[in-house]
C-alpha cells in the first residue's frame, strides 16, 4: 500500500525564458518507505459526498389581507438546509422561481411576491454562505443563497427568507396559491 501523491512543478521568475524552458510538468511521489518491524502502515480514504438540500416543510400560510384594501400577505419560507459534501472546488446557488398565484375567479401575479433572504453557515464549515438580494421572485427567479467557488469548499448551512405577496386591493375573496420551486446547483 504505497501512498501516491500527484501534483505539478512550474518555474517563474525573472529568468524564465519560454524558448528554452518547459512548461508545467507532473510528477508522482510515491512513498514507499518500509514499515519499520513491529509496526503497521495504516491507510484511509475520504469518500466524497453529494451536495443536498432539505426542507423543513412544503406549505407556507401567507398572512390574510383584507378585500378592499389588499396590501402586503406576509410569512416565512420553511427552512432550507444545504449540505456540500463533495469536497471539490465549486460552490453552489440556491434559486427559487414561482407561479402566478390562482384563486377564485383571479389571479396575482407571481411578480407581486418578494423574499429578504437569510443564510447561516455551520460552524467548521470551509464556505460562507451567502444570502441573496431582497427583492422580487417572479417567474423567471431569484437567487436565495450561495457559495462561491474556492480551492477547497463545503460544509452545512440554513437559509431562511421572509416573504410578502403584494395583494391588490379589490382582489376577490377566497384562497389563492401558487408554488416556489427551489432548485440547487
Known amino acids: 500500500n504505497d501512498r501516491t501523491t500527484t501534483g505539478v512543478v512550474a518555474y517563474e521568475g525573472g529568468s ?3 524558448d528554452t524552458g518547459a512548461g508545467p510538468a507532473a510528477y508522482v511521489v510515491v512513498d514507499d518507505t518500509p514499515v519499520p518491524d513491529g509496526s503497521q502502515k ?14 423543513a416543510g412544503d406549505a407556507v400560510a401567507l398572512s390574510a389581507v383584507d378585500y378592499g384594501k389588499g396590501g ?3 410569512g ?8 456540500d459534501f463533495r469536497g471539490g472546488p465549486a460552490g453552489w446557488s440556491l434559486t427559487g422561481k414561482v407561479t402566478d398565484f390562482t384563486g377564485p375567479g383571479a389571479k396575482i401575479g407571481a411578480g407581486a411576491l418578494s423574499w429578504t433572504p437569510v443564510c447561516a453557515t455551520k460552524a ?6 451567502r444570502a441573496g438580494s ?3 421572485v417572479g ?3 431569484a437567487t436565495l443563497a450561495s457559495t462561491p467557488n474556492g480551492a477547497v469548499t463545503g460544509g452545512e448551512f440554513t437559509v431562511d427568507a421572509g416573504l410578502s405577496l403584494n395583494v391588490p386591493e379589490f382582489t376577490p375573496p377566497g384562497s389563492y396559491s401558487g408554488v416556489l420551486t427551489l432548485t440547487l446547483s
Open 72 to 74: 402586503a400577505s406576509t
Open 139 to 141: 417567474t423567471s427567479g
Open 134 to 136: 431582497s427583492g422580487t
Open 124 to 129: 467548521g464549515s470551509p464556505s460562507t454562505c
Open 16 to 18: 524564465w525564458d519560454p
Open 76 to 83: 416565512a419560507l420553511k427552512t432550507v438546509t444545504v449540505k
Open 42 to 55: 495504516l491507510t484511509t480514504t475520504v469518500r466524497a459526498g453529494t451536495l443536498s438540500m432539505t426542507q
